[in-house]
């Protein structure tokens, strides 16, 4: 499991852990850890030109430190300081192997620049002169290597409202912070590096799914298995408009652990299902679980949605059935899985917001509704009503293809109807989506068919890693 805490969990473990060891230690442990890995992104360390960006704080003295370390292997490292108040004792280190004091006219030529201007302590947003030394890199294309968080972002929330740094890399230390998980500044990251230097922390505030803390959800038929132990699925979605969500949804649900899929609507839309799936069978009758909304159009009927969101079983809410959601009632239930126009729309804001403040409006959705909240897009986030966080970043950008998220929606009522929590089937569900767009994009154009056809593969790796 990889887990971010808030800055102040973050601040208390690492003061526990200081007051037991010499002073400097962490900050050693950590300038060592971004040292190796800002040489393992350069290649070769020997005569490399590394510019340091350096604020006022211990962002700054981890950076001055690891530039000590580089100098010593035989790069050239020039500190270009931005405040008066820079680490001294790390200064001392960098000038007493060979480091020295210089200007942003050396970020012209460097093989990289490392972003020391603030982290943990720092507020969003980047002043004038740290701000111009960013854009100079950008400029001459000199990789930038953030040392714990990329300057500028807001930390705790991974908004991004103000000027920041966009990294090649960020190497950050003890624990991953929420702006490495959250877009937009999950982005602004780049690839991200956790150093381990001993803290002992509480539990995460978000948490990232890796395979090995999603396997044993997935429910395995055993010997004594039959269709209707395994779970009945009813799939409300598609319409004379949209007759390709219907068969979209079903591949999805298919390639999921379901016994059975029952199909529900208007009978040319369920010819068109039982064409492309002879497995299914049309029409009402007992269920696990229902999917419901995925390309209902104007066809929706809000009064029976709401019926269904009252009954017993489980329901995934996509797309125009998010309209039937209302905030009265008890939906613990029900897994809403919206776009952010889609949740825009639920919490009567606009667009931008909700992409601008992913983690905030995913968190309000599920608390307002109490439901479970999967919000789509690069990265995922998951957010149950308890406020529990989960994201997942494994999907491809290839992934965003019209469909895919019907194949979503199948996929995790076929996970409910399974006996799976909402939060665990969207958890698993993005999970299993995304290693299926992966396999069946391998770096190209897919479409949305074939991510539902790569589900039962994915779900192999899965169950053998
Ligand atoms: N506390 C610890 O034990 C450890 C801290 N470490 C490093 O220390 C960092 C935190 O250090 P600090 O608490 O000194 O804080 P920072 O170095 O993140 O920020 C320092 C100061 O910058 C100023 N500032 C805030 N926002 C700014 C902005 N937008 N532009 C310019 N200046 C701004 C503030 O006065 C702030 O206190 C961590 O991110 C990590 O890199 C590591 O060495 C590991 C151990
Ligand atoms: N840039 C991206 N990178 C990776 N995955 C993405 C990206 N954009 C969207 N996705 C994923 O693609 C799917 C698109 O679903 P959705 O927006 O509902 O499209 P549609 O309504 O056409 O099915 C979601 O699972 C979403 O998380
Ligand atoms: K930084």
């Known amino acids: 499991m990889r887990s971010a805490h808030t800055v102040e969990q973050v601040r208390a473990a690492e003061a526990d852990l200081m007051a037991r060891l010499p002073e400097g230690t962490l900050m050693q442990r950590a300038a060592t850890g971004l040292a190796v890995a800002i040489s393992n992104f350069l290649?070769?360390?020997?005569?490399?030109?590394?510019?340091?960006?350096?604020?006022?704080?211990?962002?700054?003295?981890?950076?001055?430190?690891?530039?000590?370390?580089?100098?010593?292997?035989?790069?050239?490292?020039?500190?270009?300081?931005?405040?008066d108040k820079a680490h001294a004792e790390g200064l001392e280190a960098?000038?007493?192997?060979?480091?020295?004091?210089?200007?942003?006219e050396d970020i012209r030529g460097a093989d990289v620049v490392i972003d020391g201007i603030v982290g943990i302590g720092g507020r969003p947003g980047l002043r004038p002169d740290a701000l111009a030394a960013v854009q100079l890199a950008e400029q001459f294309d000199v990789p930038i290597v953030a040392v714990d968080t990329p300057s500028g972002v807001d930390v705790d929330t991974g908004e991004t409202p103000e000027p920041h740094v966009n990294a090649a890399l960020t190497v950050t230390f003890g624990t991953h912070k929420i702006c490495h998980f959250i877009d937009p500044?999950?982005?602004?990251?780049?690839?991200?590096?956790?150093?381990?230097?001993?803290?002992?922390?509480?539990?995460?505030?978000?948490e990232s799914l890796q395979a090995a803390d999603i396997r044993h959800l997935y429910p395995v038929p055993h010997g004594e298995s039959d269709k209707y132990s395994r779970g009945v699925l009813g799939l409300m979605v598609g319409s004379t408009q949209y007759p390709g969500a219907a068969v979209i949804a079903t591949a999805g649900a298919l390639g999921g652990p379901v016994g059975m899929v029952r199909y529900v609507g208007p009978d040319p839309v369920a010819e068109a299902v039982r064409a492309a799936h002879p497995e299914i069978v049309a029409g009402n009758?007992?269920?696990?679980?229902?999917?419901?909304?995925?390309?209902?159009?104007?066809e929706l009927d809000i009064p029976r949605i709401r019926e269904l969101l009252d009954a017993e079983e489980p329901v995934v809410l996509d797309a125009d059935g998010l309209k039937a959601l209302d905030d009265s009632g008890d939906h613990v239930d029900v897994l809403a899985t919206p776009h952010a126009g889609e949740l825009a729309r639920l919490l009567d804001v606009d667009r931008a917001t909700v992409e601008a403040e992913r983690l905030k409006h995913a968190r309000l959705a599920a608390e307002r509704y109490d439901?479970?909240?999967?919000?789509?897009?690069a990265t995922t986030v998951i957010a149950a009503p308890d406020g529990q966080v989960r994201v997942n970043s494994n999907a491809t950008p290839w992934l965003a293809t019209a469909g895919a998220g019907d194949?979503?929606?199948?996929?995790?009522?076929?996970?409910?109807?399974?006996?799976?929590?909402?939060?665990?089937?969207?958890?698993?569900?993005?999970?299993?989506?995304?290693?299926?767009?992966?396999?069946?994009s391998s770096s190209g154009p897919t479409t949305a068919i074939s991510v539902a056809a790569a589900l039962p593969e994915a779900t192999r790796y899965l169950l053998r890693s």
Do not use: F
């Open 371 to 377: 439901v479970t909240v999967l919000l789509k897009g």
């Open 43 to 83: 290649g070769s360390t020997y005569g490399a030109r590394v510019v340091l960006l350096i604020g006022s704080g211990d962002n700054g003295g981890d950076a001055l430190y690891a530039g000590a370390r580089l100098a010593r292997r035989g790069a050239q490292v020039t500190a270009v300081l931005l405040s």
């Open 285 to 298: 009758g007992r269920v696990q679980a229902w999917t419901i909304g995925s390309g209902l159009g104007d």
């Open 185 to 206: 500044a999950a982005t602004a990251c780049g690839p991200v590096h956790l150093v381990e230097i001993g803290l002992d922390l509480p539990p995460a505030e978000v």
């Open 94 to 104: 960098l000038k007493m192997c060979g480091g020295r004091v210089g200007s942003v």
């Open 407 to 440: 194949v979503l929606a199948g996929l995790c009522g076929s996970l409910l109807a399974g006996g799976l929590s909402p939060l665990d089937a969207a958890s698993l569900g993005a999970y299993l989506h995304a290693a299926a767009a992966n396999l069946a």
